[in-house]
């Protein structure tokens, strides 16, 4: 890249409290259903060590329960025990050791616990099968006696005393995150989960102080942030995962989300990260078109609105795509799922998209020291190769098309 021009947002670092990204680019949380009881296992290494190899700025872990109630998959992890501790540390440690930070996303998933792993067909468990998942009952939670959908069971309506102790299992699984060495939360306050239910209209038909207004619906979320803010060290970033929009015409609205962000940043969140859909089996089929970037114009509306860090998230597929994403305001951070599975390395790919070098020195040691000797001697060469054969794909490409037009 030439001096004169402007450097990537993409790879410039952002400050959040006392952690420094070297870029902006996050590993979105992404269920495995690979936990043994909570406990994270070698797949969860192997799946977010690669993320820290591929030189992500930021890595979440999957959503991660407070309790076991608040399960989404049977086997999701989890921080509502001390023993699930030390397994995820060796995580942290790990990703730690290839320079990158990374953080958990804590969850309690409502009235939506117990569903199967997509690969198992995504249903809901029905009440037998969450009865006998792991011996112990485990049941649904909700603002109201009010199902997701036909195939969810009605949730048990929780009362102040159940809320306070929900309250409570977020404060203790942030001391325990804290214990492991994450650096950041994401709390889960999105995708019709508990939080989500009690903001909706839709699942929200309490009359107490939990429920009503906008006001009363938001208080369950306020008072978890506060209390997860308490517990959390003041140098640590606070994100904030939330459904910008239930999708249907009578519930949550993105005015709402932009009032939420106000008063979420009031609570010491550092960052709210968009997302938007899941509350119900209805709004899932209604929610946003999807499209590329198609929550980006949410991230925009709320940043603009509140001057709050935002995090865009959804079908951002290229380091350009991103790039211009930031560019144009909307957001502060690019959240990236799907590519990342796709390509571990994407952050690496983004560069290269972006046209700057590939920077080998900021690649693990073991392997950046082999890259860069190779490009010492055969740089040359290996771009030469790499131009014919991207000409060769782009001329199948063309072919391709002319005799699918015949
Ligand atoms: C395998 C998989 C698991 C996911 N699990 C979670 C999760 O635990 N928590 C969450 O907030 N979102 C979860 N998501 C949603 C992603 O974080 C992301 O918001 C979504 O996939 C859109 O981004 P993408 O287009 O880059 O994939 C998951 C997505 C995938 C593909």
Same mark, same amino acid.
């Given at each position: 890249m030439k001096s004169s021009e402007r450097a990537p947002l993409l790879f410039s670092?952002?400050?959040l409290r006392e &952690?420094? &990204?070297r870029n902006r680019i996050v590993i979105s949380p992404m269920c495995q259903h690979a936990a043994d009881e909570g406990r994270a296992t070698d797949w969860h290494l192997v799946h977010l060590g690669k993320f820290a190899l591929g030189g992500a700025g930021l890595i979440f +872990?999957?959503? +991660?329960?407070v309790s076991p109630h608040g399960r989404i998959g049977v086997c999701d992890l989890g921080l509502w025990r001390d023993d699930q501790v030390a397994p995820l540390k060796r995580v942290v440690d790990f990703v730690h050791a290839q320079g990158a930070p990374i953080g958990v996303q804590l969850a309690h998933a409502g009235r939506k616990a117990g569903s199967q792993a997509l690969w198992e067909g995504g249903r809901a468990l029905t009440t037998e099968e969450l009865r006998l998942a792991d011996g112990t009952p485990w049941c649904r939670l909700g603002p109201s006696a009010r199902a997701a959908g036909p195939e969810w069971?009605?949730?048990?309506?929780? !009362?102040d005393t159940g809320i306070a102790a929900i309250i409570e299992e977020f404060a203790a699984a942030t001391r325990r995150a804290d214990a492991a060495g994450f650096d950041a939360i994401d709390l889960h306050f999105g995708h019709g989960y508990l939080v989500a239910s009690f903001l909706s209209p839709i699942s929200n038909h309490r009359t107490d102080g939990? *429920? *009503?207004d906008r006001t009363g619906r938001m208080r369950l979320a306020l008072e978890i942030a506060q209390r997860v803010r308490a517990e959390w060290p003041a140098g640590k970033p606070l994100f904030c995962r939330i459904s910008a929009v239930d999708g249907a015409a009578d519930g949550w609205s993105v005015a709402d989300s932009v009032v939420l962000a106000r008063e979420l940043a009031r609570c010491g969140v550092d960052v709210i990260d968009v997302s938007s859909g899941g509350l119900t089996e209805e709004t899932r089929r209604l929610t946003v078109p999807r499209g590329l970037g198609f929550q980006v114009g949410f991230a925009r509306q709320i940043r603009e609105e509140t001057g709050v860090v935002t995090q865009a998230v959804g079908l951002i597929v290229d380091g350009e795509q991103a790039e211009e994403v930031l560019q144009t *305001?909307?957001?502060d951070?690019?959240?990236?799922?799907?590519?990342? &599975?796709? !390509?571990p390395y994407w952050p690496r790919r983004a560069r290269e998209t972006l046209g700057l070098d590939? !920077?080998?020195d900021a690649w693990p040691v073991r392997h950046g020291v082999w890259l860069a000797k190779r490009e010492e001697t055969m740089g040359q060469t290996l771009r030469q190769r790499r131009d014919v054969v991207r000409q060769r794909s782009q001329h199948a490409g063309d072919v391709g098309l002319t005799q699918g037009k015949n």
């Open positions: 670092q952002l400050a &952690l420094v &990204l +872990t999957e959503s +991660t329960a069971s009605v949730p048990e309506a929780l !009362d939990y *429920g *009503g *305001g909307a957001a951070l690019i959240a990236i799922a799907r590519e990342a &599975l796709n !390509d590939p !920077d080998y």
